[in-house]
């Protein structure tokens, strides 16, 4: 289970009349298309929405694919978003197992993989994104696999359940919670990471060492600064052969070395697309009739960059934020303080805000016992947090974080001062 959402997230502004559109046709049966469907009904649409996903089951939550859905544990593999009379009830038409393979915007319809043709006045992509392949021999072996659907999950659970050795190639979070739940299910276990630390871009390299050792700790060996050039086996993987020169053991290889927008069907449809389909603050992309949202979305940032967001609660938010674009009951503005977060052992790790690696940081609470929160703040202004083992500290944090108060210095510096204090003095 993911921990509770800090509440206040989203900012919705209001937007004025737009077009009318009878036919949603909402591709992508993810977090954020299961919540564009949702608001749709809730902010009034009644025309149709259709809802098409690639996979032949109900929408169902990732987050667990990495972290209970590999434990020994004897609940699904998958969450469902909603169950079942959900879309009966709120008059949402499935079309499951049978992905889309087209768009035809100049047509006003949608082509699925069976030949048929779904009409569309307007178009909602949310069709998230695929994991990134090692091209390196031997990547087609038996055993080499990567985690994005339930389907992987189930694969990777049955071979964690033999017992063998795993080798998780790239120390993302994907990578460290495939390691933590392999290692707790009695797993010698590897972790390959080509940086300095595993996490290290996302925590910086003092949060990042401690997590490192945390997972020492537990017996998972950690290679890093060194690549893979290669998997050997007869069919089956056997090895990972590594740029060094060794070779290391493994029934199980995990690749999670980040992820790829699925950015197909906007490309066949002639929309703008660079890591990321385009879009605008509306989330309409170059195509008038053509929306995105979440992972897929790349959004035009303040620096006059593109940003994607690949974030639980941004595709929660900006899906439904989406549907209100479309109708002309709001604009889908992104979330006002992203927020992220990941189980690890007993270890509950959340992120918030856009820290810089220049910000100043000051600690608070334990970091020897793994229970600690690091306030990120530029010119007394805090950016972001990163907290390990201590969630109460994040909710107080991203309300400064969204506010841009100027704190006190003084109050930032002493460790003895709680997040929640420094809210309040700068009420």
């Known amino acids: 289970m993911h921990p509770p959402l800090p509440e206040g997230l989203l900012e919705i502004v209001e937007g004025e009349n737009m077009e009318r559109y009878d036919r949603v046709v909402v591709v992508g049966a993810g977090l954020a298309g299961v919540s564009a469907a949702d608001a749709l009904r809730d902010q009034g649409h009644s025309g149709t929405i259709t809802l098409i996903g690639a996979e032949d089951r109900l929408p169902y939550d990732r987050p667990p694919l990495s972290k209970a859905a590999l434990l020994d544990d004897p609940r699904p593999p998958e969450e469902q978003l909603r169950p079942e009379p959900f879309y009966t009830d709120r008059e949402v038409t499935l079309r499951l197992g049978v992905p889309a393979t087209r768009l035809l915007p100049s047509e006003g319809a949608v082509e699925l993989a069976d030949g048929a043709i779904i009409a569309a006045d307007a178009v909602l992509l949310c069709t998230g994104g695929t994991p990134r392949a090692l091209d390196v021999p031997g990547s087609a072996l038996e055993g080499v696999c990567t985690l994005r659907t339930a389907e992987d999950a189930a694969r990777i659970r049955g071979y964690l359940e033999r017992g ?82 060794s070779a290391l053991p493994a029934d199980l290889v995990v690749v999670g070395v980040g992820m790829a927008p699925e950015t197909r069907l906007a490309t066949g449809a002639g929309i703008a697309v660079h890591d990321g389909v385009h879009v605008d603050a509306r989330g309409r992309t170059s195509n ?114 969204r506010s841009g108060t100027v704190l006190d210095a003084a109050l930032l510096a002493d460790p003895a001062v709680t997040v929640k204090q420094l809210l309040k003095s700068a009420r």
């Open 288 to 401: 008038p009739s053509v929306w995105a949202a979440g992972d897929v979305a790349a959004r035009a940032a303040a620096d006059g960059t593109r940003r994607r967001v690949e974030h639980w609660q941004n595709a929660r938010d900006q899906g439904a934020a989406l549907a209100r674009s479309v109708l002309g009951t709001g604009t889908a503005a992104v979330a006002a303080v992203p927020w992220f977060w990941s189980d690890q052992y007993d270890l509950n790790i959340q992120l918030a805000g856009h820290p810089d690696p220049g910000d100043a940081r000051s600690w608070r609470g334990d970091p020897d016992a793994l229970s600690f929160s690091v306030l990120h703040h530029r010119g007394g202004v805090l950016t972001g947090i990163t907290a390990v083992n201590r969630g109460r500290d994040v909710r107080p944090a991203m309300e400064l974080i």
């Open 164 to 245: 063998g050795p795993v080798v998780v190639v790239g120390g993302g979070f994907i990578g460290t919670e495939v390691a933590a739940a392999a290692s707790a299910r009695g797993c010698p276990t590897t972790v390959i990471e080509a940086a300095e630390l595993p996490m290290l871009r996302a925590l910086g390299a003092d949060v990042a060492a401690r997590l490192t050792e945390a997972h020492r700790g537990r017996g998972v060996t950690v290679r890093t600064g060194v690549g893979v050039r290669g998997f050997a086996g007869e069919g089956q993987v056997r090895e990972v052969l590594l740029d060094d020169g």
